[in-house]
């Protein structure tokens, strides 16, 4: 019986301790992370260009290069077969437009829902709801070592804390989104990563939490954690001097207009802190319709020719073919979100090629 039905049934019978004692059971045990990484390795040469991404990332969200950060790709990762092809699409692109951009890769295989829905690779790579997570698990720490290996940095969403240690030694760079920026859990997880980390203002729209989110991680922190072998373990971290704010506007419209920019620059100045800011130009900027993305991306584009130096990148959401489709197993269209919608790979593209042309 699942965990949901014997609830039901305890609770009709008045049989709460059965409700309880029901409501959460181990399903199957997973790989640790110490076997996970050694069933599927990382080269040297893949470990040394991850370095090298790291600092060039960390370079930008420091002002100390000028070129501008994408972070771009599918919402979310449904099928890795069309994820490795945009991979290849967006590798041929980037050497025409590496002097002005760093583009990243979105390989996102967690998705934080608003109620309920699929949750990612991670956690159902079936997509039937069947929730393979050991599976899971393996297919996206797969594909995200191939997408390294074609010398494309990586970007996630890191929603459930545990995932980290599966993942992070492919990690170029990191998100914690709306939904969990002001968790504790999320910024101690992201004082101890090496990749920069891009907070999201709260789904409210309100930034103040990711400003306090990045003194947060850029503290030092004790922490109950794992260690490889998936034990218990106090996690000490040396804090990130690489978080920065990710405005991705809210419940009452976007944030990226330059009066919001300047609002959230002088917040970061008053608390101290660099002003750095990325543009995420998808959902709440672009109201969830992804032809605006082009729009809000022109405008960032803009203010930063204005002089506005904090703008220091940007966020796309982009799948091979444009908008999205209801997750229906046996037909689903190729390189369409199952998630929120994305621009098309053309449009994609031809943006990036406008945006590097315009900041040279
Ligand atoms: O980027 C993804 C979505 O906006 C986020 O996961 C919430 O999605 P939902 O509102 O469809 O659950
Ligand atoms: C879930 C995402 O964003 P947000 O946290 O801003 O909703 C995302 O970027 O996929």
Known sequence: MNAPASLAQGLAHGHADLAVTHASRVEMTLPTPGELRRRLPVTPLVAERLHGQRRAIQDIVCGHDDRLLVVVGPCSIHDPLAALEYAHRLAELVPKVSDRL???????????????????????????????????????????????????????????????????????????????????????????????????????????????????????????????????????????????????????????????????????????????????CSHANARKDHRRQAEVLRDVVTQRLGGETALMGLMLESHLEEGRQELTPGALRHGVSVTDPCLGWRETEALLQETADRLR
Request: charged share 25%; no cysteine; glycine share 10%.
């Open 102 to 280: 760093l583009p990243v890769m979105r390989v996102y295989v967690e998705k934080p829902r608003t109620t309920v829905g699929w949750k990612g690779l991670a956690y159902d790579p079936d997509l039937d709801g069947s929730g393979d997570m050991a599976r899971g698990l393996h297919v996206s720490r797969h594909l995200m070592n191939e997408i390294a290996a074609l010398g494309l940095p990586v970007a996630t969403e890191v929603l459930q804390p545990m995932l980290a240690a599966y993942l992070d030694d492919l990690l170029a760079w990191v998100a914690i989104g709306a939904r969990t920026t002001e968790s504790q859990l999320h910024r101690e997880l992201a004082s101890g990563l090496e990749a920069a980390v891009g907070f999201k203002n709260a789904t409210s729209g309100e930034v103040g939490v990711a400003v306090d989110a990045i003194r947060a991680a850029a503290h030092p922190h004790q922490h109950f954690g794992l260690d490889d072998q998936g034990r218990p373990a106090l996690r000490e971290t040396s804090g990130n001097r690489h978080a920065h704010v990710v405005l991705r506007g809210g419940r009452h419209g976007p944030n990226y207009d330059s009066d919001a920019v300047g609002e959230a620059r002088r917040m970061l100045e008053r608390a101290g802190l660099p002003a750095r800011l990325m543009v995420d």
